[in-house]
């Protein structure tokens, strides 16, 4: 009588498997190779769990519970972000979007905290903090804006500069051409 042998073909664990081993304080070294290795061949993930994201994300997550909510800010974030050109933007450029959305959101989450908490009788200190808060995320919205714009500034004048270069580079070469045409004659 013939026996059967099975040889067990050790399959590659999936993409969700790998983040349940790996997510944790201290994985085991073979299970962190492999989802590099993963994150090396596919970047989905890493693109999927990006910083400026996730930090929106939390911040959604603390000011409401409604999913209805999130869904709508989330929205509301993306189109902002479009607008702002974040598909074209360099990396740089990205990461002030994020920043500006993110202290716009916090902006506007404070302003509707503030004017619920005005109508309600409140102690002179309690107020001024509450202006003082207000007043600070202010300030972090207007320094996110402007930071937006110095970098962007910057980013076109170097681009014009650049433009320049190129042009006088073509002039020379032109020139460069006809004086041989010249010559040669």
Do not use: W
């Amino acid at each position: 009588m013939a026996t059967k042998t099975t040889a067990k073909v050790k399959r590659e664990p999936s993409i969700s498997d790998l983040i349940k081993l790996t997510d944790k304080s201290d994985p085991k070294p073979e299970h962190l190779a492999l989802i590099r290795k993963r994150l090396d061949d596919d970047s989905a993930l890493v693109e999927l769990n990006e910083v400026g994201q996730r930090a929106i994300a939390r911040v959604i997550d603390t000011y409401t519970d409604s999913r209805l909510l999130r869904e709508l800010y989330t929205r509301q974030i993306d189109a902002k972000r479009e607008e702002l050109g974040y598909g074209s933007a360099g990396v740089i450029e990205r990461m002030l979007i994020d920043q500006l959305v993110l202290c716009h959101l916090r902006l506007n989450m404070i302003e509707m905290y503030h004017a619920e908490k005005v109508k309600q009788s409140h102690s002179l200190e309690t107020g001024m903090y509450r202006d003082k808060m207000l007043t600070s995320y202010q300030r972090r919205f207007e320094r996110a804006c402007l930071s937006l714009a110095k970098v962007r500034k910057l980013l076109a004048e170097a681009n014009l500069h650049e433009a320049r270069a190129r042009n006088a580079r073509s002039s020379a070469t032109k020139n460069s051409v006809s004086i041989m045409k010249m010559m040669s004659n």
